[in-house]
């Protein structure tokens, strides 16, 4: 039996960092194990230019704890102003890794969203030419359309109309959900990747919904049914390189997630290598776990791999806590229902 695993240090490949107080706080979660991180936009306003960027890397950079060290993987929130000359910019400085694509309304913080995709097509293009990534979270907003069908339809009517219109730009379907979206990868050639968050490898819809609403699971895309959760799993464990760890940890308060309408969003920063290492052991696939956290999402984003390594060994349950403290009040860490003994040390 196997107890101990020494792995190139993970790297988060879609990862909400928040600013001011939240980000102070979840910073040293995520520091802790992972080298560095795609850093989300979707900040109040948005991360849209490259000056906005730069000065946000500045803000994460200020708040990494002495003695910890972290690389920032800086985005820019795609709206229909953005200029591709500016994008570009950010990209050949080097600040800039990945464009973020959020349909208007799709999900936190995304009503600047693009709501007619023709007026993004200049944008686009120039990342096809320059090789930058499209982040897309895969949703549709149409009101007439079941929220657990958006992924599968936007994958149809938006996603594969915009690859097939725009040929050579590479793609990460952020957060996966559903078959629908591992089969399109799989069908698809190596400009087409996709991050899996550690929750979507555990839950399903029942575990939002049966015996009383739980909040802490309501995340966007909503977890589906246990055949979707499945798929991900099996692709997860597969050794495709096409799928990566993109944890999408978003931390909310407590008083922001427990409410009549509360925000969507999992905070995993803190557990999500037991988390994932204990998913890849039931499968009998921890020989595949370095590729999923630590490999293949540089590969995908013509990065080099981390030099350091981390060790996780398996013993008695792991203690996480329940709660990270935060100035803005407590935030709850994802609590998966059935212990956790792999620890990384
Ligand atoms: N995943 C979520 O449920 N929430 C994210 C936004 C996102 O990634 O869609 C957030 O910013 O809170
Ligand atoms: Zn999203
Ligand atoms: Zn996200």
């Known amino acids: 039996m196997t107890d101990s695993i020494t792995i190139r240090r993970p790297d988060d490949w879609h990862l909400h960092l928040r600013d001011g107080a939240m980000l102070q706080a979840v910073l040293p979660e995520t520091a802790r194990h992972f080298a560095r991180a795609i850093i989300m ?20 950079m200020a708040a990494l704890p002495d003695g910890m060290s972290f690389e920032p993987l800086m985005t820019l929130y795609l709206t229909e102003d953005t200029d591709a000359e500016d994008v570009a910019a950010a990209h050949a400085s080097g600040l800039v890794k990945a464009v973020k694509l959020y349909p208007a309304g799709a999900t936190t913080n995304s009503a600047s969203g693009v709501q007619d995709f023709d007026n993004v097509r200049s944008v686009l293009e120039k ?14 907003t149409d009101a007439e359309i079941d929220i657990f069908d958006r992924e599968a339809v936007f994958i149809d009517r938006i996603l594969d109309p ?54 802490h699971y309501y995340c966007l895309p909503v977890a589906k049914r246990e ?36 925000c969507a969003g999992c905070f995993t920063a803190t557990n999500t290598m037991s988390l994932v290492a204990e998913m890849f052991e039931s499968q ?58 792999w620890r990384v040390v």
């Not at 936009?41 to 994460?60: C, H, K, M, T, W």
């Not at 078959?179 to 990868?185: H, I, S």
């Not at 799989?186 to 575990?207: E, P």
């Not at 956290?293 to 030099?307: K, T």
């Open 162 to 215: 915009i690859r097939k219109a725009t040929p050579g730009l590479r793609v990460v379907m952020e957060h996966i959900t559903t078959k629908d979206g591992v089969d399109y990868v799989k069908s698809n050639d190596a400009d087409l990747g996709a991050t899996i968050t550690a929750h979507h490898l555990i839950i399903n819809r029942n575990h939002i919904l049966v015996g009383g609403i739980k909040p």
């Open 41 to 60: 936009p979707n900040l109040v306003p948005p991360v849209v230019r490259g000056e906005q960027a730069a000065s946000y890397r500045d803000r994460i």
């Open 127 to 140: 990342m096809a030419e320059i090789g930058l990534p499209l982040c897309v979270h895969g949703e549709v």
């Open 284 to 341: 009998g696939a921890l020989d595949k776990l370095e590729g999923f956290v630590s490999l293949n999402g540089p590969a995908f984003y013509s990065l080099p791999v981390n030099e350091d390594t981390i060790t996780l060994t398996k013993g008695e349950p792991v203690d996480y806590p329940d709660k990270i403290e935060t100035e803005d009040g407590p935030v709850t860490v994802f609590e998966p229902g059935f212990p956790l003994h």
């Open 227 to 262: 055949e979707h959760r499945l798929a991900l799993l099996a692709a997860a464990t597969s050794g495709d390189g096409r799928y990566f760890l993109g944890t999408d940890s978003a931390p909310h308060t407590d008083a922001n997630k427990e409410m009549a309408c509360g």
